[in-house]
């Protein structure tokens, strides 16, 4: 069974950067397949944010591209994201999933809920 | 605001059938797969529909999903009290920046 398990600072600071880590279980990331991440913001929908293949092609957001940075460690079996420049406005849930390129979402994270301080 | 289109919410009595509507347009649910997911309360989206009809291992077979052109929609028979929660499509948009978008969700009531 594939599992994925965000871990990262729970509180950041406006204007610093956010920064997040997926662990990947049951399956290998060099194996295949695209991994994200997506957030949603308290009482709001969901917002795809970027994802990355196992070889390192990568997809983002356009409105959040020149902030993001995406990367893969296929030795630890984890994925890393770094939101820079962060307001009150990416306040949000994060989650990583296991992205079945342009077809499905089949694997989510539980969620980690990170909190942009003033 | 959101790509998608979908209605904020949908209500329905146990045991009865509701759908969901998702609109888009051209260069996202017109030339892509739709998958559909399902967030329970505090809990992480759940892939319930992909490639716009098709159930994954252990969804049950009163969840199905359609597309039609611009617009796909979820179908729900025999409503449970669990089926309460938000519904989201989601596509691939392969318009100039590629990238996957989402409707705004549906809050089901099951009354």
């Known amino acids: 069974q594939v599992q994925l398990q965000e871990s990262g600072p729970g509180l950041v600071k406006a204007s610093e950067t956010l920064s997040l880590t997926c662990s990947v279980s049951?399956?290998?990331?060099?194996?295949?397949?695209?991994w994200g991440w997506i957030r949603q913001p308290p009482v709001k929908g969901l917002e795809w944010i970027v994802s990355?293949?196992?070889?390192?092609?990568?997809y983002y957001n356009p409105s959040l591209k020149s902030r993001v940075t995406i990367s893969v460690d296929t030795s630890n079996n984890q994925f890393s994201l770094k939101l820079s420049s962060v307001t009150a406005a990416d306040t949000a849930v994060y989650f990583c999933?296991?992205?079945?390129?342009?077809?499905?979402?089949?694997?989510w994270g539980q969620g980690t809920l990170v909190t942009v301080s003033s | 605001q959101s790509v998608l289109t979908q209605p904020p919410s949908v209500s329905a009595a146990p045991g009865q059938k509701v759908t969901i509507s998702c609109s888009g347009s051209?260069?996202?649910?017109?030339?892509?797969?739709v998958s559909w997911y399902q967030q329970l309360p505090g809990t992480a989206p759940k892939l319930l529909i992909y490639?716009?009809?098709k159930r994954p291992s252990g969804i049950p077979d009163r969840f199905s999903g359609s597309k039609s052109g611009t617009s796909a929609t979820l179908g729900i028979t025999g409503l449970q009290t669990g089926d309460e929660a938000d519904y989201y499509c989601?596509?691939?948009?392969?318009?100039?920046?590629?990238?996957?978008?989402f409707g705004g969700g549906t809050k089901l009531t099951v009354l």
């Open positions: 490639e716009n009809n």
């Open positions: 990355i293949s196992h070889s390192g092609s990568t």
């Open positions: 999933a296991r992205i079945y390129g342009d077809n499905r979402i089949d694997y």
């Open positions: 051209s260069s996202n649910i017109g030339n892509n797969y």
């Open positions: 049951g399956y290998s990331i060099s194996s295949g397949y695209y």
């Open positions: 989601g596509t691939w948009d392969s318009s100039l920046s590629a990238n996957w978008v």
